[in-house]
């Protein structure tokens, strides 16, 4: 199953990477990965996104817990939460009516169109995993010349905050 | 106080009680050695490589429960501790590696014995610091104590580049320190102790199943209190081995592995696997799918990662072995006594199963057979030696004949099983235990690994005992070719072995090599009457000699292979 975990280190140089390293060494896979620094700059927050089994995820979570770095660490995906993602995506867009099919899917999934050249455009869109999904398959009406996704990001829905 | 960084970092050692620091010196350590020098307190033990270094204050370490310190130098001198620093995390001792660095300035650039020893150490060590701020060098060092030392301890690492051991800061060693995101758990759950009680309690054929966490945490009193109180049979782990008296009744011998027929059996058939301060370690189980299938499981750890990782807990409980097993001494005087009678039936199977004698071997007129020399030497030293091993059929040997009677006397590296650990361990078992019977059981292969310590062992004076279980052969792979590779010996014959005699009279020691089965106790006596000197057996043994009883791996509790005369088992051993 799905997951994404949410923490926050000690935003100091390497920790990053003992959490990485972490994910290596026990070959627990990593689909996507986010860091910045939060509103309290000494710690940083990353999120995660990995598959496994209740089991799994538990033995993941104890891990990344005993790394000293770590401040906190949740499951975000098992408690009600929102999700998103950023894409960024270049298309080959010629010709009127291929620019105009472009900015009706464009329309459609409330993206957006945030660079334009004479053959391409380039279009902006955040969404959860099942949005950014299915905007990236609904666009290869379009021939993709690259794709960036910012990974997933996240935060618990409710009153509650990670720290507290 | 203004002090220069590497008077901090010695008098910081100092101010932490630390009695030795066993270390190597070079460029990037320069001023830190010179501080040292100046420095009238500080004892620094200058070893022969810095594996050796990591290894003496293992044992140091383990035999003391004291955290062992390390100094090296950058580059390669990090490089060589790298291996002691693996072995340590394996064990889960504390322990704090203080490695120079290049200055700051220099760092990133390749330059001279330049190694990004925090980035290599990152996976085998607790934390590791990388010192950017003299100001914080200090309170680093105190960190680094507390997180080796609390909760799972560890080695914890703290690299110091050279610039700033030179610059000045004001000194202040803090008494104590706390890390925000650092707080493990002591205390257990008392609903959850209650509950393992009760199922304790309720079972039919329990088992108390003991890991070296029991040993870590100082545990051996309380729990040698509970199990008695229980009645209850009791197995310990190759870790585990002296927190319960092996001499006791209740105790049926190690499992795992190379654990005794009555013990896995009983692992094998319980419906009840109270683990205290153990993590169901692949050596231990054998093939998971078949580990104890009918078994419900009671864990105490103080790693909640460790609860459940390889065989699912049905009552967890996080904290401190010696506060749990204190909660649960208590807890139980509030449930009604616990009935003896229960486990009656429990208790013949296992009887039965213990007269098939799995560790039972023949003597011989001619070879020397290693299980005895074993046994000799528990009878020489009253069981009271602190015993040290390498990693082989010797060490199996060592904790299946040694009846370990006491805590922290049994040393070696189960987890990373480090060839080379042997005797750089036992000379600081020496070192925290002077006046110790301190034997090292080694092999021809493993002793080759670490052997340039017989040098510092001369320098300090360090009356260590080595027996060396003279095999010709790295033994325990030679006994899996001889299992599982139809005895094709690829690269397993000792071929041209040095004299040891020699050897170890050329290193200023007394060597005695025994060729006699006769000859063995005699000898013995006479290596531990020369209190004051390091004593080197060469013990010629009998080549063909196996660790038995034996789960080949892939295989499980119930199909243990045993020695050859052991076939005609109560109960079906394969
Ligand atoms: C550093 C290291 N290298 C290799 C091994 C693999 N290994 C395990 S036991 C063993 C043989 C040890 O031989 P010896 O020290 O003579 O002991 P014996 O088994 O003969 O008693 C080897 C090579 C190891 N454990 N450690
Ligand atoms: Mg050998």
Known sequence: ?164 | MELTGAEIVVQSLHDEGVEFVFGYPGGAALHIYDAIYNHEHINHILTRHEQGATHAADGYSRSTGKTGVVLVTSGPGATNAVTGIATAYMDSIPMVVITGQVPTALIGYDSFQEADVVGITRPCVKHNFLVKNVNNLAETIKKAFHVAETGRPGPVLVDVPKDITAQKAHYHYPDDVTIRSYQPKIKGNDRQIKKGLEMLQAAKRPIIYVGGGAVLANAAEELTHFVRDTGLPITQTLMGLGAYPAPDSQFIGMLGMHGTYEANMAMHEADLIFAIGARFDDRVTGDLNKFAPSAKVVQIDIDPASIGKNRKADVPIVGDVKVVLTQMIEAAKQLPDYDPKQTEDWWKTIKQWQSLDSLGFELDDKLIKPQQVVKDLYEVTGGDAFVTSDVGQHQMWAAQYYHFKEPRKWINSGGLGTMGFGLPAAMGVQFGNPDADVACITGDGSILMCIQELATCLQYGMPVKVLCLNNRYLGMVRQWQEFFYERRYSHTYMDSLPDFVKLTESFGHVGMRVENPADVKGALQEAFALKDRLVFMDIVTDQSENVFPMIPSGAGHAEMTMRPDKLNSPKGAA
């Open chain 1, 1 to 164: 199953m799905r997951r994404i975990i949410s923490m926050l280190l000690e935003n100091e140089p390497g920790e990053l990477s003992r959490v990485a390293g972490l994910f290596s060494a026990r070959a627990y896979n990593i689909e996507s990965l986010t860091v910045a620094v939060t509103e309290d700059p000494t710690m940083s927050r990353l999120t995660l996104v990995t598959k496994g089994d209740d089991a799994h995820i538990e033995q993941i979570l104890k891990q990344i817990n005993k790394l000293i770095a770590v401040v906190k660490v949740v499951d975000l995906s098992a408690n009600p939460h929102i999700e998103r993602e950023l894409i960024l995506i270049k298309v080959i867009a010629k010709g009127n009516s291929q620019r105009d099919e472009i900015k009706r899917l464009v329309d459609i999934f409330e993206a957006e169109i945030i660079g334009v050249t004479d053959s391409t455009y380039t279009v902006q869109m955040t969404g959860d995993a099942d949005q950014t999904d299915s905007f990236i398959s609904a666009i290869q009406i379009a021939e993709i010349v690259e794709l960036a996704r910012s990974g997933v990001t996240g935060i618990s829905r409710g009153k509650k905050g990670l720290k507290g």
